[in-house]
């Protein structure tokens, strides 16, 4: 759809509004000279820009709304577009060459099958009717032999719009899934601060709208770094600075977010719960926590047994009664609350039928032993006076007063939270208490006062209709098969040699990768090389060919985002659903793979499950009150190409009611709900109550760390997003090769040398890239960006680096809980 607003704006009149600009420079001084200047004259043949709407959508959240500028049938630029609310304008390097990824070397223009190894770049064009026969014929033959479960899809964080990407979840992959009955592989990554802080929070989202940052006195950014990360909102951060907001950086980095801090607090890598845990304690101690906070919006005054589950009023005779309709099982909720100590009255009574529970000194409850949460709680909090907490995570004893102070005393404060803590294995142990400190002390739910990553904008989401358009009947009503197995990374490999998972019987024969480069994104690169190897049939669709696709059978070419119709619902930085134009034809053989998931269905007999067009899905998905009521249409989305999903008014996110069971805030939780089941036991014992640990691999007392004493982070690109722009030979100008980052003083004591060529190895891996020397990063720690494939390096492979391991109930790979050893080649 062409957009009508900008396409009168013409090359003649840009020409002319620039020489008026320059006449207006050249008032106040500037050369040239207005007088000078003549206008360009253009020749007659260069066609006007046809301007469309596109959405920027890969996985740095960003979302970036853009002007797609097309001349003859072909993108030759693209620039930011006016948001409804202009504050959200943003373009960076990559949204500004996506003509070099369109046109790149590297374009997958025609299905192709591999004729070599696995893993070489040997390939062969054939027709889309060959691939999707080749594909059909190996499935139908699987599916007879061993279910449709032998298929496993894989989908990665590529593009998040709801037709061709992951849409987190309710993308249409979701239907071809379901319709498919296939089994599914989770990618597992950024999930521990959101596991973490579930425990207090019971899931529900605490970040405020960007716009309200300006309403923070402080903002504390803890392990996150939004120069690059988040490139499209750090000026919401820096505004707020300039407006007078203190910008607090917790990083053990010196970069360049920390550069922007009015204070900034060098934590040691990993170990940010012992701060927060420090913080709590300094808190407490000082009596800066309100009791009557404490009393009733927490769990605190709630009575946990011996067997670690809540005394119930159950246990106390009263019979539990039948609530509402559970709508997963169709059978009544059973309602039998948590008991505490009533102090007005002296008897146990239902934690919702008093406003004044005890906190402290009930040991027994009609001959049950009992404890309060909070005495839970205090007991593990105490065990991190500011010394003990400072001596772990290398901030000092007044810091970390200061910070209680900040958190107690000059609020409202906004926490900022991304990855910092999140990728490790004790990444959901830290973000508890983290997130104990903005909400003990009255920081979430108010103008100024928030706590989350930004991702957290995410879960307007569960407004949407994702009943009808992810799990379809046929024309008979018969509902479609729906996912079968979820697996994790870590698990296929076990699968793939023994036929079970889980102990029951599994065999799977092959897989289908979308939006993800999984052999160079997945820890432990030569553990996913295998089980790809182990798959005997394994199809990839992209855009590029990629080092993940070299390992396909088939690979089917992808729509570029600009060359198809879709609906960019992607909130980590804006409140806005984007409409995409298509506006050109797919390069190549090229096509979008809402399309593919449908020819493919037709090709296995299942067709009738994809009885759907682009437009009649994404209708089916706003189908819900929730969107009419804030105009969120599709038929408003095509004219107006954005659309707000709040009322308008800075959101401020509501601190009330939380998701927990007691819906206050949580210090204990009595079931531990594993993020993924393993088959293993678990130790319940330090899951339920407050409970941190230093990173299997780079705490600084595991001897694994001992013996490869550098803790290796992974830092993000500025000009990729992920492996993304690889292809792209504009920003290999700017970032040609990959290099480790260390410390000068680390440098000396190696004999290394900028732009010296190094080694890093452990246990499981190593790598060969150039070195920088960089004073930002502390002793000990070196620092290197994940985004780069085989080829880039001089040898090995980054990604051999971090272990595939899995916390104990947290699916989470931990890309920076690493330890390498280096040294000069
Ligand atoms: N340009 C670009 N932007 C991106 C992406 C991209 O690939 N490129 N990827 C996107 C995705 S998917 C993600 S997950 C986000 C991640 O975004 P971020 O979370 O900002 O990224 P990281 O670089 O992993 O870590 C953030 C900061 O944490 C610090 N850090 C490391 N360890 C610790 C620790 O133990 N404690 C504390 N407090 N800090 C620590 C690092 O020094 C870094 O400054 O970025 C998104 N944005
Ligand atoms: N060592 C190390 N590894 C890491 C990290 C780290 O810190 N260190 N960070 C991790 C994190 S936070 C994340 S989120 C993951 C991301 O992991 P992935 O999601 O696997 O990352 P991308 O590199 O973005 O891969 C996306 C692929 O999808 C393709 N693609 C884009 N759009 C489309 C489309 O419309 N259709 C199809 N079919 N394909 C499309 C792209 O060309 C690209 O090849 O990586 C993780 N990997
Ligand atoms: S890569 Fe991210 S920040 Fe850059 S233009 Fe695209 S969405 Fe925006
Ligand atoms: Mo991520």
Redo the contacts with the bound molecule.
């Keep these: 759809m062409q957009d009508e607003k900008t396409h009168g704006f013409t090359r003649r009149s840009f020409i002319k509004g620039a020489a008026v600009l320059t006449a207006a420079g050249a008032l106040v001084g500037c050369s040239p000279k207005a007088e000078n200047l003549e206008e360009v004259k253009e020749p007659e043949s260069i066609p006007a820009d046809e301007i469309y709407a596109g959405v920027c959508r890969g ?1 740095c959240g960003g979302g970036c709304f853009l002007n797609v500028h097309v001349r003859d049938g072909q993108v030759v630029r693209t620039t930011a577009r006016d948001m409804p609310d202009t504050q959200y304008n943003r373009i960076c390097t990559k949204g500004l060459t996506h003509v070099g990824r369109i046109y790149g070397a590297d374009r997958v223009l025609y299905p192709m099958k591999r004729v070599g190894e696995r893993g070489s770049n040997d390939f062969e064009r054939i027709s889309w009717d060959e691939a999707l026969d080749t594909i059909a014929e190996k499935w139908n033959g699987y599916r007879e032999q061993f279910g449709p479960t032998s298929i496993m899809f894989f989908l990665g ?1 590529g593009n998040y719009a709801a037709l061709s990407g992951s849409c987190n979840g309710a993308g249409a992959y979701q239907r071809f899934v379901n319709a498919l009955g296939c089994s599914y592989c989770s990618l597992d ?2 999930a521990a601060v959101g596991f973490g802080s579930k425990r207090a929070t019971g899931g529900i989202d605490l970040a405020n709208e960007l716009t309200d940052r300006k309403n923070a006195k402080t903002q504390v950014i803890w392990g996150n770094n939004p120069t690059i990360s988040l490139m499209h909102t750090m000026h919401f951060f820096m505004e707020a600075k300039e407006n007078g907001t203190r910008f607090v950086v917790i990083d053990p980095v010196y970069n360049a977010t920390a550069s922007k801090a009015d204070w900034w607090v060098p934590v040691k890598g990993g170990t940010d719960g012992a701060l927060a845990l420090g913080v709590l304690n300094v808190l407490f101690e000082n009596g800066w926590i309100d009791e009557d906070m404490l009393r009733n919006k927490t769990n605190c005054g709630l009575l946990i047994k011996e067997d670690g589950k809540f005394l119930r009023m159950s246990d106390l005779g009263v019979e539990p009664t039948e609530g509402e309709l559970d709508p997963a099982t169709g059978e009544p909720t059973v309602i039998d609350p948590p008991a505490v100590w009533d102090e007005a009255s002296g008897t146990a009574v239902a934690f919702s039928e008093t406003t004044s529970p005890v906190l402290e000194g009930i040991t027994e409850v009609e001959g049950i032993k009992v404890q309060t949460v909070y005495e839970n709680a205090m007991g593990y909090i105490s065990q991190y006076p500011p010394a003990t907490a400072s001596g772990i995570c290398g901030v000092a004893e007044d810091d970390i007063r200061e910070l209680a102070r900040i958190y107690h005393e000059d609020g409202p404060v906004t926490t900022e939270i991304m ?1 910092g803590m999140n990728h490790y294995r004790n990444g959901h142990y830290s973000a508890w208490p983290v997130y104990l400190v903005s909400l003990l002390t009255g920081n979430a739910g108010a103008p100024g006062a928030a706590i989350g990553q930004s991702e957290e904008y995410l879960p307007q989401l569960m407004y949407s209709n994702i009943a009808e358009a992810c799990y379809p009947s046929d024309s008979s009503g018969n509902p479609c098969p729906g996912q079968a197995n979820l697996l994790h990374t870590v698990q296929v490999s076990d699968v793939l040699e023994t036929g079970k998972f889980l102990g029951e019987d599994l065999t799977i024969k092959s897989a289908y990768i979308h939006c993800s480069n999984p052999i160079v994104t997945m820890c432990d690169h030569e553990y996913t090389q295998n089980w790809f190897d182990k798959l005997e049939f394994v199809v990839v669709a992209d855009m590029c060919m990629t080092e993940t696709c070299k390992h396909a059978d088939i690979v089917l070419p992808s729509a570029h985002w600009f060359e198809q119709v879709d609906l960019g619902f992607l909130f980590s930085s804006h409140p806005y659903l984007l409409w995409q134009d298509k506006c050109i034809e797919p390069v190549g053989e090229a096509k979008p793979d809402f399309q593919i998931f449908g020819l493919l269905l037709d090709k296995l007999g299942l067709g009738e499950f994809w009885n759907i067009s682009e437009e009649e899905y994404l209708e089916t998905l706003l189908d819900s009150d929730y969107w009419r009521s804030v105009g969120c249409t599709v038929e408003k989305l095509k004219t107006d190409k954005a659309a707000r999903i709040y009322p308008e008014g800075d959101k401020i996110a509501q601190a009330e009611v939380f998701g927990t069971e007691t819906g206050r805030i949580g210090l204990y939780q009595e079931t531990v709900t594993p993020a993924y089941v393993s088959g293993k036991e678990i130790d319940e014992s330090i899951e339920r109550g407050l409970h941190w640990e230093t990173p299997t691999f780079a705490g600084a007392d595991r001897e694994y760390r001992q013996a490869h004493p550098y803790h290796l982070l992974s830092e993000h690109m500025r000009t990729h997003t992920h492996t993304q722009w690889w292809d792209c030979e504009y920003v290999k100008e700017y970032e040609p090769e990959p290099i480790v980052r260390l410390n000068p003083d680390d440098a000396a004591e190696l004999g290394l040398s900028e732009g010296d060529t190094a080694k890093l190895f452990n246990d499981q891996g190593f790598v060969v890239m150039k070195v920088a020397i960089n004073a930002g990063l502390p002793r000990g720690m070196i620092s290197s960006a994940r985004s780069w494939q085989k080829d880039d390096f001089i040898d090995g492979h980054f990604a051999s680096l971090p272990s595939r391991e899995y916390n104990q109930v947290c699916a989470n790979q931990a890309f920076n809980d690493v330890a390498v050893s280096i040294e000069k080649m």
Excluded: E, G, K, R
């Design positions: 996985n964080s990554v950024d990855m």
